[in-house]
Structure formats: structure tokens, C-alpha cells
């Protein structure tokens, strides 16, 4: 199979590991896993207790500082630096360590070590396609996922997504990204080669091109962490068989005009019946940054049923 049209784009960052000074009245923790690891996690705010997963693979949990922000006053938000991210690099990475299946034993680890009541799971992008891997493996341990922009539950779809990317990518926005992707490495290369990349993935590109660049100021990707879980998506990713047995709640947040193939939720019900759909209009794949008025209230409500 092809790459993936956002795995040009994760690739396209230069290596980076920011500290979480975005975050407000943040508590940096960490936690050993079951092979002997030591990865960060952040919580801030107080109330209901809900793991976030970021988008990516690879991104650091800095691109979640908006919801933890909106959510904080109601819940206590958990930002899991994912192994080979942020403060959480330093790690072995190769395929033995950088895979789905270790990824989801990482969440495991961590909701034991905060205590081991069940989880409730909010994902965007990869985030969610984790999530439903997590509830795939452990269908007791999660309370309820709420799905952002999400995967479905197996890769038959990620062509179609690649093929998203490219139809939608005026001229402009390819000259400039083979401009950028000429220049030496630089932070101005990086942050226009993400501007860019991304800008297609909005459904009003004026907010696109102007929250993206504040985004990649402080947002950065480890490509080889990226790329090696790439690899193992694109081989490996279909939890449809085992996902049928987690009968929790399912929140799809659906924003209209999102990149993921519509079909992509429809398949997330076919297993989960039980799954509910908020569709948000004129909208691209990031809601919460597109129409953070509308996203994060929905995200609130959901998170609280």
C-alpha cells in the first residue's frame, strides 16, 4: 500500500520534543510500563477522569493544550505522552517497541497505575483509532470512547483517505509545499511545510492557514516514532473482530466536510451498534480548532452522558 498522505506530512517535521509549557495548572507524572519504561503523562483539572489521545502518530501532547484548556473546569484530563513523543522519547524505538499492540498495553499500564476503575476514552485523528484498539484489547476497562475525526476499525479505507488529501489540495498549496519542502531545514521549513500539509484538511482554509502556524510553533512530530507505527498500522490495523465485544458507550463526533471517508464512521456502528452520531457542519477534520465554539461544548455534553 501507498503511504499515507498524512505520513508525507508527519515525515516532514524535523525531530523535536517540546516541554509541556502550554498547559495550564499542569502536573507532570509519570509511570512505569510492564517492559521496564518510563513514560509522562499530564493531568490537569479537576473532576470525572478522561485519557485524551492526540492525533498523529508521533505528535507531541501539546496540540491537545485547547481541550485540556475547555474540559479542565469539568474534568480531569489526562495527556498521555504516547511512547517515543515529548517527554517520553527517550525510549528504544524500533518495531518491537513502536507498535499498536504495545501502544494499547501502554494505556493498560497506565490506567492501572491510576488506580484501575475503567476508563473513559476521548481520541481525534489516530487517537481514535487507539482508542477503539484499547477497547478492542480490554472491553471492560472502558467506560465510554468519544471519537473525533476518527479512523475506523481497520485500514480498508486508508487509501481513500490519501486520496482525500491529494483531490483536495488546490495549486497553490502544492507549489508552496514543494517550495518549503526544497528549503534547508529551518523552524520557518518546518512550520510552512505543516501550514501547508494541512491547510486541505480545513473546510475554511482562511482559518486553516491561521491557527495552523500558531499550532506548529508548538507542536512537533518524532518522524521515526511515525513512521514505525505507520508501518505497523498499514499491516496490522483491524480490531472490527474482537472491538464487537466492548458494549460501552460510542460518541462519533463527526465534523461534515472531514477528509476521513464519511464511511469510516458508518463502519465504527456496523461493530458497535451501540454508537451515536454528532455531525458538526461545515467543518473540517480539526473541530477543535475550525469551530471550537460549537466542538468543545459537544465535547463536553458527550463526555458527560
Known sequence: MKTLQIILFLLSFTMGFPTLNLIKA????????????????TSTGKGQRVLMLPPGPGASVNVLKSWADS??????????????????????????????????KDIEDLRVHLGSSPLLI?????????????????????????LVSSLGP???????YRDNGNARKCQN???????????????ESRIQRGVFSLTPYFFDRTIGKKVL?????????NPQMSNLMWKDLNMN??????LKDYKGECIVIKPRQDIMPEEMSYQIK????????????????????????????????????
Open 26 to 41: 499542569q502536573n507532570i507524572k509519570t509511570f512505569v510500563t510492564s517492559d521496564g519504561e518510563k513514560l509522562y503523562y
Open 71 to 104: 474540559l479542565s473546569k469539568h474534568f480531569e484530563c489526562i495527556l498521555l505522552e504516547q511512547r517515543g513523543t515529548g517527554l517520553s522519547s527517550n525510549v528504544k524505538l524500533d518495531s518491537t517497541t513502536i507498535n499498536l499492540k504495545r501502544a494499547v
Open 122 to 146: 476521548c481520541g481525534i485523528s489516530w487517537g481514535g483509532a487507539l482508542a477503539q484498539a484499547y477497547a478492542a484489547s480490554y472491553p471492560l476497562n472502558v467506560k465510554k470512547m468519544v
Open 154 to 160: 481497520d485500514r480498508s479505507l486508508f487509501s481513500a
Open 173 to 187: 498549496e502544492i507549489d508552496s509545499l514543494e517550495y518549503w519542502n526544497k528549503q534547508p531545514g529551518s523552524e
Open 213 to 221: 502556524k500558531e499550532i506548529f510553533i508548538h507542536t512537533t512530530i
Open 237 to 242: 490495523y483491524d480490531v472490527k473482530s474482537t
Open 270 to 305: 456496523d461493530v458497535l451498534p451501540q454508537t451515536k452520531f454528532i455531525v458538526i457542519e461545515k467543518c473540517g477534520h480539526f473541530p477543535d480548532m475550525e469551530k471550537p465554539k460549537e466542538f468543545f461544548p459537544i465535547l463536553r455534553q458527550s463526555l458527560n452522558d
